[in-house]
């Protein structure tokens, strides 16, 4: 195992305090694991609260900002963030107009966030509402979830209800726009490579030198099938059928994120999103805007996903939204 790091069980607490030194627009709370906007809570705005396992950066910290997330909780690597973080992260951020937790559907993210909403609910009197992402068309059920997974809507889920918060809309129209935004969105994804868990010490799964795994969890878990090495315009096809398959993207036009694991070159993140606009436009599908990079990592992961998101006027207001995070930022 080869990596940057000191002690393999201080990569997280070590990785807050880099954050802390590097970002001047959020707060660290160490003890609770937990960044803040720096301004939150901000005066008449719904909370956005979101987290999960560490190891998927920018997810979700790289969010926290004007634009997007008020708060993220960091767990462990590749573990969820405990009730009492989402706890302290809620009461952080709430303002009096209620709070909105965004989850990714897995077991512990579900549960745990869900615990910390009725501890809110109880103990504060906080208005608490839940949306659970659940995009991934690869497996209908995984090691770790009941249902699909959650993973690359919750970029988007964030960014466009990050600008409506900001826009001062109330915690129920957040609710209602979160919902319909998953529903419309799907993704698949791929990997040329596993990862290693620091504490782990060596690489979740084996992938021979010719093979690639479809259809791959954000935390090395098995995907679709495992098929021999493919060029970026068969992959392209692989990734693109089953998203296709699942929902009819036209007339309206789409947001699409092609988004590297975490050890993708970006120039081969552009080649497959050449591949990926060539089927687009055989579908007769439009483009309105999109996303190239790492986004939803997977620690040093090679591979990639596809995140193809239906949208109208509104949902490409709030995209072209200003944002100011480590993550995402333009409009400012």
């Known amino acids: 195992m080869k990596k940057l790091i000191n002690d393999p069980n201080d990569v997280v607490a070590e990785a807050l305090l880099g954050i802390e030194a590097a970002r001047h627009d959020v707060r660290v709370d160490h003890a609770n694991r937990i ?8 005066v008449g705005k719904v909370g956005l609260v979101s987290g999960g396992g560490s190891g998927h950066e920018p997810l ?14 960091a767990g462990h690597i590749f573990t969820s963030p405990t009730p009492d973080q989402v706890f302290e992260a809620t009461k952080g951020v709430d303002s009096g107009t209620g709070v909105l937790h965004i989850v990714k559907n ?16 109880a103990d504060t009197g906080i208005p608490v509402e839940t949306v659970v992402i659940n995009d991934d068309v690869a497996v209908a059920d995984s090691l770790y979830t009941a249902g699909r997974r ?13 600008a409506a918060a900001e826009q001062g809309r109330p915690l129920s129209d957040l609710v209602t726009l ?24 060596k690489p979740t799964f084996e992938l021979g030198e010719h093979e690639m795994e479809l ?19 068969e992959i ?28 993708t070159p970006l120039i081969e993140l552009y080649v497959m999103y050449g591949e990926v606009a060539k089927i687009m436009e055989r579908a007769g599908i439009t483009v309105a805007r999109n996303l190239v990079g790492n986004y939803i990592t997977s620690l040093e992961m090679a591979g990639c996903s596809v995140t193809v998101l239906q949208a109208d006027e509104e949902l490409i207001s709030f995209w072209d939204a200003p944002v100011n995070t480590a993550g995402l930022r333009w409009g400012i």
């Open 60 to 73: 979700h910290g790289g969010f926290v900002g004007q634009g997007m997330l008020d708060a993220a909780c």
């Open 106 to 121: 897995y077991t512990g993210d579900v549960m745990n966030f869900e615990m910390a909403a009725e501890i809110a609910a």
């Open 35 to 42: 960044i803040y906007r720096r301004d939150a809570p901000v």
């Open 178 to 201: 979160a919902r319909s935004i998953n529903e419309a969105g799907r993704s698949m994804g791929m990997a040329l490579s596993s990862c290693t868990v620091p504490a782990a010490g």
């Open 215 to 233: 259809g791959i969890g954000i935390h090395g878990e098995p995907g679709r099938r495992r098929i021999p090495l493919a060029t970026a315009r």
């Open 236 to 263: 392209a096809e692989h990734l693109m059928e089953p998203i296709l398959a699942d929902r009819d993207f036209t007339p309206a036009p789409v947001i699409v994120m092609l988004n590297g694991m975490g050890g």
């Open 150 to 162: 959650g993973v690359g809507v919750a970029v988007m889920l964030e960014k466009l209800v990050g």
